[in-house]
């Protein structure tokens, strides 16, 4: 796919970023030398990356970065800003004359480049936009060039004017203009032959048509894989003939992506369009912020809705999406899919737009995604041999039909065993992607103007969770391992990519002595919440997440939704606190661009199975005006294993809910709030319970009277927690999604 390696390598460059809580400028510049490399690898001009690191480092050594919450994620948005301004900035369209008036487009480039195909896509683009289009066969030197483009024109549905290979491409020209002019098309295709830029001669023919016929848009077809050879044939072509634009065709097999980085620095002309495959069909509008993103590795959501309003088959693709979501996905189902994909450009294709599944790091897990594409065609065979009860029911499958139907596709059995046992891999594979491209084939125009580079679906998705549960819970993760490394990185990169900006690792020390010693006196708030490494040794450290999204109306006010991220020490965390953090994500995507009444910042605390160490730091750093802004807090642990149990919603204070006074006037708020609005996830049969137990990361905020509620399983006939029995199959993903739901509904009504 484009920009593969180059986006692999500015990715790893950025992991390291994130990964730093605070920046030196020597981190900056270390990071910034490894993107100049990956750029020259990348076949980018080498004064255009020289310009472009100049201009980074710039903005990047200032002290409006290096000292924000998130100077990493700080400078991943500058070198996207700087890479649309090199692209180009803003989207250039082929500039037609007004009304119905004629427009000439003259299309010219080297041997090779694509240039005749591109033409005929180039009409199929305007005949959408109601144009009457005329291809013009100029190229009288090339055999077969002249029936290439009759066969593509017919193919679009447009008219192509030919004279025969014995007339001047300049009389050509002419005589397109005058039957354009007279049967009352609006744009005039002249497609030429392919030259070298150092023949004068053939240059000189380039010349001749435009000395003798108005042409309005000169467009040059490069090939997208020569890298700087593309450029430096764009400048010669600008010097000797003059160019308008710049179209890259086979831009989906460049790896590197010199060409499309440095064209536009270099001769100062725009990309136009880009080719990204050989369908008339797969030519794309070139947007400089859509192509940074995708480079990045954020994905392209805009460019994805587009595709998928064009292409996909709505109803079809909503019957399919049921079945999925009910699990009664067969090999029917697999084959209408593939038709639906197809249309959009296949696995890679869709993939590549996601955010987070980009260039470079668009691997779902446990899935080759170019294996699964080169081997559709076969697979496909093998289905279309089946009866249609075989299809509609995979548990059929017995020796004596795996034989039938391999001899009548025509295949060895072990690919007919293969594909039985690997389905349910491959309907992992094809639900993450058609589910993606319908959730966002759905919106109206409305939602595709405002969508960025977040995903557009406002409800909890059970995918994401899935998704989410999966990265954090495949080891064990306690605080100070090196596992619980990677579950942070994933965290930062989730956020990322969300698109938020402040993001804070809070890294704090610890102590174990003085730890076990905090808590045995659990209700004295100094010896608590008292830093445990003070004068001791470091026996190992944390680290808190936190990222903040801001409200427009009420900047003095931050309600708290936390999880902890740290599993135990026997234990990969899938329902303690996968559960949770998985929550906690969700709730941070879907309020990404809902305004709030005040601040809310996600915490995702380290440390709480060691007696609550990041919250009890967190909380004990506050200053007392920092306090008195937390409006309440929202911890969510423990909250989706598969049982019958119920939820405790439980608020620390002095008092029992059967006396209706609270001593403790800081909870009553969120108590009063929680009991009347959140009953009925928690308290299905009034359940609603006070207590002092110091279970999880509410209780450091409720011991300095901070309204603080923990959401949770019913823990009195136990749960499958801090042992190899907290595994993702021991949970039910829709409990989840109740949480979710449940505390959005409260959130409005805390003020």
């Not at 499958?397 to 039985?420: F, T, Y």
């Not at 999204?549 to 708290?560: A, G, P, Y």
């Not at 029992?656 to 308290?683: H, I, Q, V, W």
């Amino acid at each position: 796919m484009a920009f593969d390696s180059l986006s692999e390598k500015l990715q790893n460059v950025f992991k390291n970023l994130r990964s730093k809580g605070r920046l030196t400028e020597d981190d900056v510049k270390a990071a910034l030398k490894e993107v100049k490399m990956a750029l020259l690898e990348a076949d980018v001009n080498f004064k255009v990356v020289k310009q472009f690191v100049k201009d980074v480092q710039e903005r990047a050594i200032g002290q409006d970065v290096m000292n924000g919450l998130n100077p990493g994620q700080m400078v991943i948005k500058i070198v996207n800003e700087e890479m649309v301004k090199l692209m180009g900035s803003e989207t250039t369209e082929i500039k037609l004359q007004p009304g119905k008036a004629l427009t000439v487009i003259m299309m010219e480039g080297l041997q090779g480049a694509g240039k005749t195909t591109t033409a005929a896509k180039l009409a199929g683009k305007f005949k959408l936009k109601g144009k009457k289009v005329l291809l013009t066969a100029c190229d009288i030197y090339r055999p077969g060039a002249i029936e290439q483009l009759q066969i593509n024109g017919e193919k679009q549905g447009v008219e192509v004017f030919s004279m025969g290979d014995k007339i001047k491409p300049v009389n050509i020209a002419k005589a397109a203009i005058e039957h354009a002019a007279k049967n009352e098309f609006n744009i005039v295709i002249l497609d030429t032959a392919g030259r070298l830029h150092i023949d004068d001669d053939m240059m000189a023919e380039l010349q001749e048509i435009k000395e003798n016929v108005t042409v309005h848009q000169t467009v040059l077809v490069v090939d997208a894989m020569t890298g700087q050879d593309a450029v430096n044939v764009a400048k010669m072509f600008d010097e000797k003939v003059g160019i308008d634009g710049v179209i890259l065709t086979k831009l989906d097999g460049d790896t590197r992506g010199g060409a499309a980085l440095s064209i536009r620095a270099v001769t100062g002309k725009p990309i136009l369009y880009v080719g990204m495959g050989e369908k008339l069909s797969d030519l794309e509008q070139f947007y400089p912020d859509r192509m940074a993103s995708r480079i990045l590795g954020m994905g392209d959501v805009l460019t994805l809705i587009e595709k998928a309003q064009a292409d996909i088959d709505e109803e079809q693709a909503k019957r399919i999406e049921q079945k999925m979501r009910k699990n009664e996905f067969d090999f029917e189902m697999y084959l209408e899919s593939m038709s639906q994909m197809k249309k959009m450009g296949g696995l890679s294709s869709i993939l590549g737009m996601m955010p987070g599944l980009g260039m470079g790091k668009g691997k779902m897990p446990e899935i080759d995604q170019e294996a699964a594409e080169k081997n559709m065609a076969r697979t496909e065979a093998i289905i279309y041999s089946m009866t249609p009860e075989e299809r509609r029911n995979p548990s059929l499958m017995n020796p004596s039909r795996k034989n039938r139907i391999a001899k009548g596709a025509g295949v060895d059995i072990a690919e007919v065993n293969r594909l039985v046992k690997q389905f349910e891999q491959m309907k992992k594979m094809i639900i993450f992607a058609l589910i993606m491209a319908i959730s966002v084939a759905t919106p109206i125009q409305a939602m595709a103007e405002s969508v960025t580079q977040s995903d557009v679906e406002m409800q909890p998705s059970e995918q994401n969770i899935e998704q989410i549960i999966h990265e954090i819970t495949s080891e064990t993760h306690p605080i100070n391992s090196d596992a619980i490394q990677n579950v942070k990185e994933y965290i930062i990169q989730y956020w990322g990519d969300l698109g938020y900006d402040e993001i804070e690792c809070q890294k704090f020390e610890y102590n174990d002595e003085n730890n076990e010693n905090a808590i045995r006196r659990s209700s004295q708030v100094d010896v608590f919440l008292a830093p445990t490494a003070e004068n001791a040794t470091v026996d190992g450290t944390g680290e808190n997440i936190i990222v903040t999204k801001k409200s427009s109306t009420d900047m003095t006010k931050n309600l708290i939704i936390s999880a902890h991220y740290d599993s135990a020490e026997d234990s990969v965390g899938a329902n303690d606190n996968g559960s949770g953090v998985a929550a906690v994500l969700e709730l941070a995507r879907i309020l990404k661009d809902t305004e709030m009444p005040y601040n809310v910042k996600f915490i995702l605390f380290s440390g709480e199975e060691k007696y609550m160490l990041g919250s009890r730091w967190y909380v004990g750093k506050l200053t007392e005006d920092e306090r008195k802004q937390i409006i309440g807090v929202i911890n969510i642990d423990t909250i989706a294993e598969k049982s019958d149990l119920g939820y405790m919603a439980m608020i620390e204070g002095n008092k029992r809910p059967d006396n209706a006074e609270y001593d403790d006037e800081g909870l009553k708020k969120l108590a009063e709030l929680n009991k009347n609005s959140m009953s009925e996830l928690f308290t299905p049969s009034d359940r609603f319970f006070l207590t002092m137990a110091t279970n999880s990361d509410h209780y450091p905020f409720a011991l300095v009277n901070i309204p603080a509620v923990s959401i949770v399983q019913d823990w009195q006939d136990g749960l499958n927690v801090n042992d190899s029995s907290d595994v993702k199959e021991n949970m039910d993903i829709q409990r989840i999604v109740e949480v979710i739901d449940q505390v959005m509904e409260v959130l409005p009504t805390i003020n």
